[in-house]
């Protein structure tokens, strides 16, 4: 396993669109490193520029301790799962793993030992001598990754690998991931447009927008700090509410006089957009706070997600299913917990500290 | 590739094969047994020259002449095809060099083709579709415009008369229907298979050739039983730029049966049966694939 470095990348496609501006990434050796980002926002082009699938415009990438800028995507030791799996329909399960080892040409008894290894780990055995129309897509992603493994790859690329499995499944094939990664010890970088998928897997987010990196950082530390409005809207679910907010003696106040604690680093009558989390907003039926319309409710099971509208906009609060409020009812909301986030509403950056 | 057909007046009653009821038996019926009975007329019409030319075939001369014309009653003989495979036969040596001919046109076209479309398939290339278009727009004109040209110009080259020549028109006039058509079939061979052949450790060309080439080779069979069809049947060129009887293809050999003072029905229509059986089997072997090669790509995945 290696570490991957990638420098000043910029990609411009030869029709003129821009797919990444200037990204500098350092993921580290035996991380689980994910890109997030909606679609165009340049994390495949970044995934694929460092497989050698696309030629960067300028910049450099560097595994281990070698710049592979140039070099052939078969000579930078590296192992790609894609989102349609890529299995090759004419071989079986057992020689689509094989296919890299014969790439190498390893001795027959080698290929053997290592399909088997990678087969007993994702528990593969009983497929091998099947094709791959002959399996589901679950069975079809293990494949996949198994391909992956064999060749004790210096890092893996994973391109959207889960988006094809449906729900119940993404999230078995999630924790089969990340367990595969640690006990691998692997460098691993995912491509993904799920945040869920991010927070649960990553050990650190990058999310990007536009060709540009708009925050990196560990799963908690992008989810609590969003370091934009974008990267506050993109994480979390139901996201972040944005509040226009005006700080006052000591409090961010909002229309209606609704008061969130506030954050440090902000000067008395600074204009902000707070970013409170549905969690840090509590309703009660009587009691502090300002008043609020309940307009919907989702109840969830384990929680339940109530949108509340006051003046100063409509809310997401999620509460505990315990709490029992009616559509229509009135209530009160109050801000509980730390200080949020605080943007600025021009340049749309985090200004709080 | 199921087609689900809705019959008609049933249009408004839901989706069809869904909720809509079957069809009314009566109508059905009626309406079959007018289609069965117009498909038979088209048949016969269609089917009497090949069935005439197969009389002919096993008539004797003199029953060929007859009047009124004999249609069942008379001694079949084997005498005709005997005498197109025979010593003297006119026309062997025209079918010797229309395989030869058919089969190193499609052999050229199908080698230089199929590469061509998997590059205009796979890579970003300056004008791409300005680029196919010009490789299409060659097929527009009718090939007997260019007859004169190619005739000037073999002449100066040495060509006439030559079966080098032909290969060489041939491969030309296929080279463009087999990139056209192999680019459909390389197009439904995602590039995700080469990408990931080519990370697992090949080169780009290995990458094609032991991953995507496995797959394409029912398209490469249609294609070039497609190119073969159209080299074996070819006339115009054959007629206009050969005229040496050991170096005339099958087609133009059988037209030159017919003239002089007396044509010999039965040895022409024995040539016909026997220059007609190879593609009627070749295009029987591969009719799945023909047929998939002609829908291939119509249908988006």
């Given at each position: 396993?290696?570490?991957?470095?990638?420098?000043?990348?910029?990609?411009?496609?030869?029709?003129?669109?821009?797919?990444?501006?200037?990204?500098?990434?350092?993921?580290?050796?035996?991380?689980?490193?994910?890109?997030?980002?909606?679609?165009?926002?340049?994390?495949?082009?970044?995934?694929?520029?460092?497989?050698?699938?696309?030629?960067?415009?300028?910049?450099?990438?560097?595994?281990?301790?070698?710049?592979?800028?140039?070099?052939?995507?078969?000579?930078?030791?590296?192992?790609?799962?894609?989102?349609?799996?890529?299995?090759?329909?004419?071989?079986t399960v057992r020689e689509n793993m094989a296919f890299?080892?014969?790439?190498?040409?390893?001795?027959?008894?080698?290929?053997?030992?290592?399909?088997?290894?990678?087969?007993?780990?994702?528990?593969?055995?009983?497929?091998?001598?099947?094709?791959?129309?002959?399996?589901?897509?679950?069975e079809q992603q293990r494949v996949a990754l198994g391909r992956a493994m064999v060749r004790h790859p210096k890092a893996f690329l994973m391109d959207e690998p889960l988006t094809n499995l449906d729900a119940e499944l993404r999230a078995d094939m999630r924790a089969e991931v990340k367990h595969l990664q640690q006990r691998l010890n692997a460098t691993m970088i995912y491509v993904t447009h799920d945040q869920t998928e991010a927070m649960a897997l990553g050990d650190r987010i990058a999310i990007m927008n536009k060709g540009n990196l708009e925050q990196l950082g560990a799963p908690m530390e992008v989810y609590n700090r969003p370091?934009?409005?974008?990267?506050?809207?993109?994480?979390?679910?139901?996201?972040?509410?944005?509040?226009?907010?005006?700080?006052?003696?000591?409090?961010?106040?909002?229309?209606?006089?609704?008061q969130m604690t506030a954050p440090e680093g902000l000067s008395r009558g600074q204009k902000v957009i707070a970013g409170v989390?549905?969690?840090?907003?509590?309703?009660?039926?009587?009691?502090?706070?300002?008043?609020?319309r309940i307009v919907s409710r989702e109840a969830l099971g384990d929680e339940t997600i109530?949108?509340?509208?006051?003046?100063?906009?409509?809310?997401?609060?999620?509460?505990?299913?315990?709490?029992?409020?009616?559509?229509?009812?009135?209530?009160a909301v109050r801000h509980v917990g730390v200080a949020p986030p605080a943007y600025d509403p021009t340049t749309e950056k985090v200004v709080s500290a | 590739m199921a087609t689900h057909i809705q019959p008609e007046g049933l249009a408004d009653e839901g989706i069809a094969g869904e909720t809509a009821p079957p069809p009314v038996r009566k109508e059905r019926k009626l309406g079959s047994g007018i289609e069965i009975v117009l498909l038979a007329l088209f048949m016969i019409v269609m089917l009497f020259p090949v069935l005439w030319m197969l009389e002919?075939?096993?008539?004797?001369?003199?029953?060929?002449?007859?009047?009124?014309?004999?249609?069942?009653?008379?001694?079949?003989?084997?005498?005709?095809?005997?005498?197109?495979?025979?010593?003297?036969?006119?026309?062997?040596?025209?079918?010797?060099n229309s395989v030869i001919v058919a089969g190193f046109s499609t052999l050229i076209a199908t080698l230089l083709g199929v590469p061509a479309a998997w590059a205009y398939s796979r890579f970003k290339l300056v004008a791409k579709k300005d680029q196919l278009f010009f490789i299409?727009?060659?097929?527009?004109?009718?090939?007997?415009?260019?007859?004169?040209?190619?005739?000037?110009?073999?002449?100066?080259?040495?060509?006439?008369?030559?079966?080098?020549?032909?290969?060489?028109?041939?491969?030309?006039?296929?080279?463009?229907?087999?990139?056209w058509m192999m680019k459909?079939?390389?197009?439904?061979?995602?590039?995700?298979?080469?990408?990931?052949?080519?990370?697992?450790?090949?080169?780009?060309?290995?990458?094609?050739?032991?991953?995507?080439?496995?797959?394409?080779?029912?398209?490469?069979?249609?294609?070039?039983?497609?190119?073969?069809?159209?080299?074996?049947?070819?006339?115009?060129?054959?007629?206009?730029?050969?005229?040496?009887?050991?170096?005339?293809t099958a087609p133009s050999a059988i037209a030159g049966l017919i003239g002089g003072t007396t044509t010999d029905w039965g040895l022409v229509a024995a040539s016909a049966i026997t220059f007609a059986v190879p593609v009627l089997v070749f295009a029987f072997l591969v009719r799945k694939h023909l047929v998939a090669g002609v829908t291939l790509g119509a249908v988006r995945r």
């Open positions: 396993m290696a570490e991957v470095h990638v420098r000043k990348l910029h990609k411009a496609f030869p029709d003129g669109t821009v797919a990444v501006e200037e990204l500098d990434l350092e993921i580290k050796d035996g991380e689980l490193f994910v890109m997030l980002g909606p679609s165009g926002c340049g994390k495949t082009t970044t995934l694929r520029c460092i497989a050698g699938l696309e030629e960067e415009t300028s910049g450099q990438i560097q595994i281990g301790d070698e710049v592979v800028s140039g070099l052939r995507p078969s000579e930078r030791d590296i192992a790609m799962v894609f989102q349609f799996y890529a299995l090759y329909p004419h071989l890299p080892l014969r790439a190498a040409k390893r001795p027959e008894a080698e290929i053997n030992e290592r399909v088997a290894e990678a087969a007993r780990m994702l528990q593969l055995e009983p497929y091998l001598t099947r094709t791959p129309s002959k399996l589901s897509g679950g370091a934009s409005l974008f990267a506050a809207r993109f994480i979390g679910s139901p996201p972040m509410n944005l509040i226009e907010a005006e700080v006052t003696n000591g409090h961010l106040t909002a229309a209606g006089g609704l989390r549905p969690e840090n907003f509590t309703i009660s039926a009587t009691g502090d706070g300002v008043q609020g109530f949108v509340v509208e006051c003046q100063a906009g409509l809310f997401h609060v999620r509460m505990p299913a315990t709490a029992r409020f009616d559509e229509e009812q009135v209530v | 002919t075939a096993i008539k004797e001369t003199k029953d060929i002449y007859a009047v009124p014309a004999k249609v069942l009653s008379f001694e079949p003989t084997l005498q005709h095809f005997k005498n197109v495979f025979g010593e003297n036969s006119p026309v062997l040596q025209g079918f010797k299409l727009s060659t097929r527009f004109m009718p090939p007997v415009v260019v007859v004169i040209p190619l005739f000037l110009m073999f002449r100066d080259f040495g060509l006439l008369d030559t079966l080098l020549g032909l290969i060489l028109v041939y491969s030309a006039f296929n080279l463009p229907f087999t990139i459909g079939f390389i197009d439904e061979v995602p590039a995700e298979y080469e990408e990931a052949a080519m990370l697992d450790g090949y080169s780009r060309f290995e990458a094609f050739w032991r991953v995507t080439m496995p797959l394409l080779i029912p398209g490469i069979a249609a294609t070039a039983v497609f190119a073969l069809i159209f080299s074996w049947n070819e006339f115009v060129f054959s007629i206009f730029l050969i005229t040496d009887p050991d170096t005339r």
